[in-house]
């Protein structure tokens, strides 16, 4: 083969490799790789020069462009990694919620609740932490904070096995032994109720107490010449302490009714009738006083007709016993009456098993601590026996009766005194016998619950009615601007808002103004609740309101006067004491302690306390009178002045004291005269019978028949108008 032919067919191979790539690069599959020329190695070759504009591209503007993309490719990928989709938080929610519970779900404050609602139509004024939203309202808030919501699901909640301590059903009447009865003394005030306990315990109880008017109830085993035993309830017949006598019908047996015999049915005998009956207990009345030359037996039993009390000696069942307490007479004819009465009621109790009684009355002692006094109605009270009473629970430690003589056992019908309790029960509670301390402890975590699961439905109930209070005022509201337009309704709002705003803190002065906190310490439970029940009636808060911090039992401590100090209050203590350093602290403080022996003196001092916050009234003396007969004008300067002519009719006109002008009754004008003139000479004062011509310092038109009164003004203490009823 000629050497010519193998030089073009090296030619052709060498353009066809340079054509594979220059196809190669216009695809970008081999945008690197260098124009490499295809040398033989078997045989010379004559370069071949290719045309620059045909076979070699402008490779490296390719380049940079394919680079490029691909760069901007690859950074897209990067971003995307950078920020991955962010999930929104999930919050847990009900159909209802409170604004409080809201936002301690989202994990925010209450101010990020409100900055939610501002433009939903919702009254944000009205909006409390314990407001309660609706599904919308919850929805919108949590859509504009960023988060999403899911419906919570419903706990069941496990529904707590009732733990409490109840009465053991009726024992067969087999194995029922006779009690002494109980029997309670009712009837007025000063009537001669504890001075007839004292003749038949030969004691002087009504020494003992202050003012000579009963304040506690007393409970005390008599032991009747003939052998039998009675145990005897000695009630108030103060009228403050009718919670006492209530307490006391409901543990007796038979109810002895006392009446003065000079003095007759009075208002607390009536009440003390209407407890008995309430009870369903049988009534002896004892009418006493019969020793005095007034005293009118006949008239005291007919006018217990009128209260459907029946006397023996008019066809009734009622046994009346004409006694002198004081003097001891027919005092034996009554216990008798009593006990006879006892044996027709059959009156008997279960002595064995558990044991169950009723606290008549509470208190703390110094040494003792908490102590009670109790009826037992059923089991014999020994030393170590736990019992519950209300919220509280005892050991047994030490019994005591009447006397204070220690006391091995106390069995049904017999009044005993109980030390060992962990807190002060409230009178009038039952007391039932339990097992172990364990199970005392059980009773009282249950009763405790209860009282909550009860305070939270009446809570749920407040706010439900607040809220529909709020709702339907935002209604009421929202009416008068449904035809505005936005610009209108938000100007009206601006306005009410503004007035609002205007007025409260004006309000809020005035309220802290007239406003007596107290403090209340008692000897026991019943004077607390006495005086509590008093407070009740407490009828005039729109003159002062009376706030009572705190109430309790024992003497003032400490405590009572931080308190009392915190919200500027008195303290008043009932047959309690206060330590020489208690004095001094608040003396210190400048804190008030008021402690009285007698009942109705603290009410007294208290009424007199509650007038002191009152501001002075401006009382009016009218010092003369005159009447205008003629009218006429005066020029003074550039101006007309209205002048009276008046002739003085009663009294005398003084220039320097207060006028009225009244017309048809009607008070016109008050104030100051301008000037007071007696034919052209002025005077500064015009007496009975006299005429005179005068002018007020305002413009006022007179007309004949109009009246002039002069007066003085002077400034007096005003008096609560809340009466405590005694």
Not at 93 to 108: D, G, Q, W
Not at 363 to 378: E, L, N, Y
Not at 429 to 458: C, F, G, H, P
Request: glycine share 6%; charged share 30%; aromatic share 6%.
């Amino acid at each position: 083969m000629n050497w010519r032919m193998m030089l073009t067919l090296e030619n052709l191979a060498y353009l066809h490799r340079a054509c594979k790539q220059l196809h190669s690069l216009s695809y970008g599959k081999a945008y690197k790789t260098q124009w490499k020329p295809v040398l033989s190695s078997a045989y010379h070759m004559c370069s071949v020069q290719l045309h620059p504009q045909l076979w070699q591209p402008d490779i490296s503007s390719q380049v940079r462009l394919l680079t490029t993309k691909e760069r901007k490719k690859s950074g897209k990928e990067k971003l995307r990694l950078i920020k991955p989709k962010v999930e929104k938080q999930e919050v847990e929610i009900m159909s209802e919620m409170t604004v409080e519970a809201l936002a301690k779900a989202m994990h925010k404050d209450i101010d990020h609740i409100y900055e939610a609602l501002l433009n939903m139509d919702i009254d944000l004024d009205a909006l409390e932490p314990d407001s309660v939203l609706n599904e919308v309202w919850i929805k919108h808030v949590i859509k504009k904070s960023g988060m999403k919501h899911k419906w919570a699901k419903l706990r069941e909640e496990k529904v707590k096995e009732n733990k409490d301590a109840v009465r053991r059903p009726p024992a067969d009447p087999a194995l029922l032994t006779p009690r002494p009865p109980v029997v309670t003394i009712l009837g007025h005030v000063d009537h001669g109720k504890t001075t007839l306990l004292d003749s038949l315990r030969k004691t002087q109880v009504a020494a003992m107490e202050a003012g000579g008017i009963t304040q506690h109830i007393g409970a005390f085993l008599v032991h009747l010449p003939s052998g039998e035993k009675i145990t005897f309830l000695d009630t108030p017949g103060h009228a403050a302490f009718s919670a006492m006598r209530a307490r006391g019908t409901h543990v007796t047996d038979i109810v002895i009714l006392v009446v003065a015999a000079e003095d007759g049915v009075m208002k607390q005998t009536v009440e003390s009738i209407q407890h008995a009956k309430n009870a369903k207990v049988p009534i002896i009345v004892a009418i006493n006083k019969c020793d005095k030359p007034e005293a009118n037996p006949d008239r005291v039993k007919k006018e217990l007709l009128a209260h459907d009390v029946v006397c023996e000696d008019y066809g009734g069942d009622v046994q009346t016993i004409n006694i002198s307490a004081l003097k001891g007479d027919n005092l034996m004819a009554l216990a008798e009456a009593t006990a006879v009465l006892a044996e027709v009621l059959e009156l008997k109790a279960d002595f064995t098993g558990l044991v169950e009684g009723t606290i008549i009355e509470s208190r703390t002692d110094k040494g003792k601590g908490p102590v009670t006094t109790a009826i037992i109605q059923r089991g014999t009270l020994r030393k170590g026996c736990i019992l519950v009473a209300g919220k509280s629970w005892a050991k047994v430690r030490l019994m005591f009766d009447e006397n204070d003589k220690g006391m091995e056992t106390a069995s049904p019908g017999m009044p005993v005194e109980i030390v060992g309790w962990k807190d002060v029960p409230s009178a009038g509670e039952e007391i039932l016998e339990v097992e172990t301390e364990l199970r005392a402890r059980e009773v009282i975590d249950w009763r405790v619950y209860a009282e909550q699961q009860e305070k939270m439905k009446k809570d749920l109930e407040v706010i439900e009615a607040k809220q529909k209070e709020h709702t339907d005022a935002y209604k009421k509201e929202r009416e008068g601007f449904t035809n505005m337009t936005w610009r209108q309704r938000q100007s009206a709002l601006y306005k009410a808002k503004k007035h609002q705003m205007y007025w409260r803190p004006k309000e809020r002065v005035e309220s802290d103004k007239n406003k007596l906190p107290i403090i209340i310490k008692g000897d026991v439970d019943g004077s607390v609740e006495a005086i509590l029940n008093i407070l009740d009636t407490y009828d005039a808060n729109e003159e002062c309101e009376l706030d009572v911090l705190h109430f309790g039992i024992g003497d003032i401590s400490e405590n009572d006067l931080n308190l009392a100090e915190t919200f500027q209050g008195i303290v008043y203590g009932f047959n309690v004491n206060a330590s020489k350093s208690i004095q001094q602290s608040a003396a210190k403080k400048d804190i008030k302690i008021k402690i009285h022996k007698i009942i109705y003196r603290l009410i007294e001092d208290l009424q007199e306390e509650l007038s002191c916050t009152l501001p002075r009234a401006v009382e009016e003396h009218i010092l003369g009178e005159a009447a205008v007969l003629a009218t006429f004008e005066v020029t003074v300067g550039k101006k007309k002045v209205p002048v009276a002519g008046c002739r003085v009719q009663k009294g005398e006109l003084d220039r320097k004291m207060k006028f009225k002008l009244i017309r048809k009754g009607d008070v016109i004008w008050s104030g100051n005269l301008s000037s007071l003139k007696h034919h052209q000479n002025d005077i500064s004062v015009v007496k009975t019978g006299m005429d005179c011509g005068l002018s007020f310092e305002k413009n006022i038109e007179f007309q004949v028949g109009d009246e002039i009164v002069c007066f003085s003004e002077k400034e007096v203490e005003q008096t609560i108008s809340w009466n405590p009823g005694f």
